[in-house]
């Protein structure tokens, strides 16, 4: 017996639910669990079905294909741990994190590989016995250094890439290559606050929270679609240093978290949005 | 064209949610919203249907039930506002919160009258046009008393009784007159500080946590399901009585999203817990 | 006996809260309470001390005076009650809260009026017997409508003017004749989305969080040094209306909140900041 | 130049802040952070003051316990850093925490040895360079094992001993060596659910809220006083194992922002409660 998760996206119709569990039931695959939601204002249609049951996937997507409207995405996603390569720069706190989580159980993920543009986490990454890469940017174009990271990531063909507070700005080509699958953790609650030193922009408005999101990575910095975000309150007592060391503990949380609802299939991208079942 | 919503849980079987929509689908009703949950450790189905279109109840229920299993519950429930009557003691902010929600709209209700064992709040009561009704305790027995408050509060037939910090106590015998239709709001987080003065309490234990709870009431002191509860920080500086001003406004605000969640047909009691969909 | 307030703030130098606290022990003032923060990076020292006892003010002041630095600022200040003007457009929420706080003694000021340039909410606010003024701004130039507006506020001196979701922009004239004496609440978690229609602009942005923001009104929009701030979380399920609806009561708590800090000279304002003891 | 912490707890009497800070003053030691606050209740003021200078701590200490009345207490603490002993059992997540926030210099303490009565950790903590004693309680009786583990730790003279989710009772013999010393983590948010499977229990009790408690053992089982708590919200989709998962993040910042409280020497334990200044 396996299990898989069907995830669905469409133009809403009526009786799309109605048809996609006939479906389901028709194969004998159990629903262990359902969410859909339904977008009113763009008529467009999400569902996310955890299935148990002995697949026949070709069958069953044709059947599918046929039930849905024009425009449909659907995938059906095997229950195979996801692999990641992670990308870091200095600070250790979000990848620590991810490395703990992984270490215990807590994140099913495989870490294929770290590669950072400094080698400061080197030392904490072999310490879990993952392959540290390091890459560095210096006296290299953006383009020679995002190739060498390219060939660096991408001979681990990694299902998602994680910026774990690495810090410099990808191009465009490189976004390309991973199209939604670049998760990255911004320490602000965005749109405060985007770009460089979000902590001192936040100190000098005198903000009284701040916090961190993970979204996934697009062509505009810090504009991609957001998956979580989180915050903490501070105040007067807290400089730009305070506020950079107290957002470590939320930087760190939203951004594995938001890893677990990825690679629990929960996360579609609509738009530059993104609904989470 | 009208909307209504259908509530259902049963034990859990395979294909429910394609039967059930399917249905929907057969009499023309279009989903507008559905949510579902199955508690797989008690093998239970709750589902949450949104409909509209133009409705035969009775064929639509038959039809429904014949699909069901053995010990399913359903309900289809119309968009008519929900009709309460709230209990009041003394403290006016909950009682206040949920008149200007009411007045401006926030909270789609009827208030058919606010019932208080003290006159405190006639003023404010009728200030909003409302019927008070002065229930005095004094010189009653338990039973006495609160055949008065039946007697009060009966004549509008309510669907659900509000207890906004309304403080005695309510006997088996008029908790059964209202299964699961009594909200109280508890000032402490449950299950912690039962009981009278929970802010003393919480002060002497010394939390740095102070919270609210709504809940349905039932015949153990306030041990009722849980529907909603929130916290807020507080620290050395809360005497008892900052404790009980701070908690205020989280007593009022996590009553008043307990009250829109039941009129919203939401919430669902399984066991002594309960499912929000 | 008296209660009194002393608020210093002033160059940081070694031996003030000595100085201080001395002239305070000479005086047999009691010190019931005391905070104090320095901004080091600015060298800046902020005193707030409540105090009991027989105040003979100016030669208080004077002990006072001869030992603080230059470029010093002290104010002492009564325990009488705050005056305020509130100035509301449509709706409700704010303004209700707010009337409800000072009905039951939560918020200890004195409402001398409401000011509206519709007259959505005279109804309620009589309902207080608070004077209700309906200055429209229909047909007038901002400066025509701004005078109005002043010759209704002033009448009443008040001691802060509070814009209780009051929507039209302020001009640097009328901002001046109050200045950090104007309360306002913004609709969003500032600095993101500021001016007009924070909630679609959340909305469009997907952030899964959505939040309120007191500050005191200066000349730039929303720029003001902020008080309070906070947050509720939302997903993918809100519209723009419903994250509207849900920021209700954030709105209504963090205006109550720091109209609260406000009126117990809580508040200093430095820069752009705010140091709140 | 250094720097010193200095901590007075003692009865309140007019001009405390005076008479210590002009202490302070005559000395020549610059305020560098100062905050206090008096109990009001009880009549005890606390006061912690953040000194920079040349200290000579003999004669400082005289003039100010010259000048406290009877029945105080008070610490001139250096700035060196604290050293810790942590117990372990099987759960790797506070752990992991508080070694990788040592590791980057988030947490300024030094850990002297990990000491668990499982050898699951031993792997993790070695991996950071740090000693791990496996004691082992299997065969033994409590006292035994008990001896074991003071004979572990006392070998490194620990400032503090820090229960990372160690899960055995310690005796009031074992507490008395370390009073107000050992710092547990509870994982539920106290005094809810005190003692075994919290989360069960929580999830029986169908709350919509967990949390986590750090406090300070004394001899009643998670009685002790509180120094942080915080929450995450949950719902009926959580299983009582789904709650102790996402719980585990709320367990390990909450130790770690109580262990940063506590070496920051900003916690007074008073009666049951604490003080955090």
Partial sequence: MEKKTLLTDCPDAIGLISKITNIC?????????NNEFVDHAHNQFFMRTELEGYFNDSTFLDDLDRALPAGSHRRLISSARKRVVILVTKEAHCLGDILVKTFDGTLDIEIAAIVGN???LADLTTKFNIPFHHVSHEGLSREEHEQKLLNAINQYTPDYVVLAKYMRI?????VAQFPHKIINIHHSFLPAFIGAKPYQQAFERGVKI???TAHFVTNDLDEGPIITQNVIPVDHNFSATDMSRAGRDVEKSVLSKALGLVIDDRVFVYGNRTVIL
């Fill in 170 to 174: 990808l191009s465009p080509n490189f």
């Fill in 118 to 120: 400094y080698d400061h």
């Fill in 210 to 212: 701040i916090g961190a």
């Fill in 25 to 33: 039931y028709k194969h004998q695959l159990n629903i262990v669990h």
